[in-house]
């Protein structure tokens, strides 16, 4: 098998795609199906990002690379074996590959929507898998109004169960330590965006300029200022799924943004010849990779500084986790403290931000003030 990266000639409906995953067998023949299900399953709008594309690419790779290894045919669902196709691999790359158990979970996934799909253009005749009722645990002791008692849900079972630890976060003084250790006033202000937003990394690297205004010179008197993410707008902003949001933002946070405009950035700015759409740039004054992976180096350094092991998703969980305390301890009318922090942070579904629930029930015997106020009083004290 061979798994090759598509260049810009490589159009679909018009449209080029590079870097799309295309599966060719030894004689470089193109593996019909599977190329059929990538154009399917990662162009449909539900995925929407291109992120998902080298790993489902290197998951069907893998996946027909080991039956073909095994000389066995993919459409081969009633061979009569005590294993099926898909859970002999599951096996091998938990035994012999000794694989983490996410990765493998993440491949099977990608597989079991092949075989979905296979299903559906009746490709085989039966999914090499079957389903079961598993029970879910969901303890939310903290907001009464989420059924506390658990739920069944429908998982395939060739899937190995899942046992995901809760997402890490910062405590208030590990907070302060990270920002004193930061001398650098660009990255400060990088990890102060990311503790007061939630924002994803690729989403803080692409942060627009324009987002940017004095709160005292636009005749809006609220607290907390709303400010519309939209790729479409060409802003230069990036979103995952390319989705757009608003966030909110607190009048006393947007001041400090914008002093950090009009008295800091110009000093990588004049670096460039070209003007730049993003707020942060680089030493050289050009915008971050439109991943920020750079972000995370830099943010992990300063966390050896500080003694503290942080990485820029680890400030997305920190902020979550505080506001959802914070909002719970001083509520607002008719505010949900769940469905906004789900909507800040852009999840498609409020499941995926209930695991913030289980780090605040850790907390609720924790004294916490304000969120937004601690930190912008660490920050006028450094």
Same mark, same amino acid.
């Given at each position: 098998?061979?798994?090759?990266?598509?260049?810009?000639?490589?159009?679909?409906?018009?449209?080029?795609?590079?870097?799309?995953?295309?599966?060719?067998?030894?004689?470089?023949?193109?593996?019909? $199906?599977?190329?059929?299900?990538?154009?399917?399953?990662?162009?449909?709008?539900?995925i929407g990002s291109k992120d998902s594309w080298p790993s489902t690419g =290197?998951?069907?790779?893998?996946?027909?690379?080991? #039956?073909?290894?095994?000389?066995?045919?993919?459409?081969?669902?009633?061979?009569?074996?005590?294993?099926?196709?898909?859970?002999?691999?599951?096996?091998?790359?938990?035994?012999?590959?000794?694989?983490?158990?996410?990765?493998?979970?993440?491949?099977?996934?990608?597989?079991?929507?092949?075989?979905?799909?296979?299903?559906?253009?009746?490709?085989?005749?039966?999914?090499?898998?079957?389903?079961?009722?598993?029970?879910?645990?969901?303890?939310? =002791?903290?907001?009464?109004?989420?059924?506390?008692?658990?739920?069944? &849900?429908?998982?395939?079972?060739?899937?190995?169960?899942?046992?995901?630890?809760? %997402?890490?976060?910062?405590?208030?003084?590990?907070?302060?330590?990270?920002?004193?250790?930061?001398?650098?006033?660009?990255? =400060?202000?990088?990890?102060?965006?990311?503790?007061?937003?939630?924002?994803? =990394?690729?989403?803080?690297?692409?942060? %627009?300029?324009?987002?940017?205004?004095? %709160?005292?010179?636009?005749?809006?008197?609220?607290?907390?200022?709303?400010?519309?993410?939209?790729?479409?707008?060409?802003?230069?902003? &990036?979103?995952?799924?390319?989705?757009?949001?608003?966030?909110?933002?607190?009048?006393?946070?947007?001041?400090?943004?914008?002093?950090?405009?009009?008295?800091?950035?110009?000093?990588?700015?004049?670096?460039?010849?070209?003007?730049?759409?993003?707020?942060?740039?680089?030493?050289?004054?050009?915008?971050?990779?439109?991943?920020?992976?750079?972000?995370?180096?830099?943010?992990?350094?300063?966390?050896?500084?500080?003694?503290?092991?942080?990485?820029?998703?680890?400030?997305?969980?920190?902020? +979550?986790?505080?506001?959802?305390?914070?909002?719970?301890?001083?509520?607002?009318?008719?505010?949900? %403290?769940?469905?906004?922090? $789900?909507?800040?942070?852009?999840?498609?579904?409020? $499941?995926?931000?209930?695991?913030? #629930?289980?780090?605040?029930?850790?907390?609720?015997?924790?004294?916490?003030?304000?969120?937004?106020?601690?930190?912008?009083?660490?920050?006028? +004290?450094?």
């Open positions: 098998m061979e798994l090759v990266w598509a260049t810009e000639d490589f159009v679909i409906a018009g449209q080029p795609y590079p870097g799309f995953p295309i599966l060719l067998w030894d004689s470089m023949e193109s593996c019909a $199906q599977a190329n059929q299900f990538f154009r399917y399953y990662l162009l449909r709008g539900a =290197r998951a069907l790779y893998d996946f027909f690379s080991f #039956l073909q290894a095994h000389e066995i045919d993919w459409r081969d669902v009633d061979r009569g074996e005590a294993k099926s196709l898909v859970a002999a691999y599951r096996d091998y790359c938990l035994v012999t590959c000794e694989l983490a158990l996410n990765t493998t979970r993440q491949r099977l996934t990608y597989i079991c929507k092949f075989y979905e799909f296979a299903l559906k253009e009746r490709w085989v005749t039966r999914l090499p898998f079957n389903y079961e009722e598993r029970t879910v645990k969901r303890v939310t =002791r903290f907001l009464g109004h989420i059924d506390a008692s658990g739920g069944k &849900v429908m998982a395939n079972d060739v899937m190995p169960r899942s046992h995901k630890s809760l %997402p890490k976060f910062l405590s208030m003084a590990e907070i302060k330590s990270l920002l004193a250790a930061t001398e650098n006033p660009h990255h =400060r202000m990088v990890m102060r965006l990311a503790l007061h937003t939630g924002l994803r =990394r690729e989403e803080i690297a692409a942060f %627009p300029l324009a987002c940017v205004f004095d %709160p005292d010179k636009v005749g809006r008197t609220e607290f907390n200022l709303r400010i519309r993410l939209d790729p479409f707008d060409g802003s230069g902003m &990036v979103t995952k799924g390319r989705k757009s949001r608003d966030i909110y933002v607190s009048r006393k946070f947007m001041a400090e943004l914008y002093r950090y405009v009009t008295k800091v950035r110009g000093e990588r700015a004049s670096l460039s010849k070209t003007p730049q759409k993003s707020m942060f740039l680089n030493q050289s004054g050009e915008r971050y990779g439109e991943d920020g992976k750079s972000l995370n180096r830099i943010i992990s350094k300063a966390g050896k500084r500080a003694g503290i092991k942080v990485h820029t998703h680890m400030l997305r969980h920190t902020y +979550a986790t505080h506001t959802l305390v914070s909002l719970q301890r001083n509520p607002a009318n008719g505010l949900d %403290p769940l469905v906004f922090v $789900q909507r800040q942070l852009g999840h498609s579904s409020i $499941q995926t931000t209930m695991v913030y #629930l289980h780090l605040v029930n850790e907390m609720a015997d924790e004294a916490v003030l304000a969120y937004d106020d601690e930190l912008s009083a660490m920050a006028e +004290a450094a």
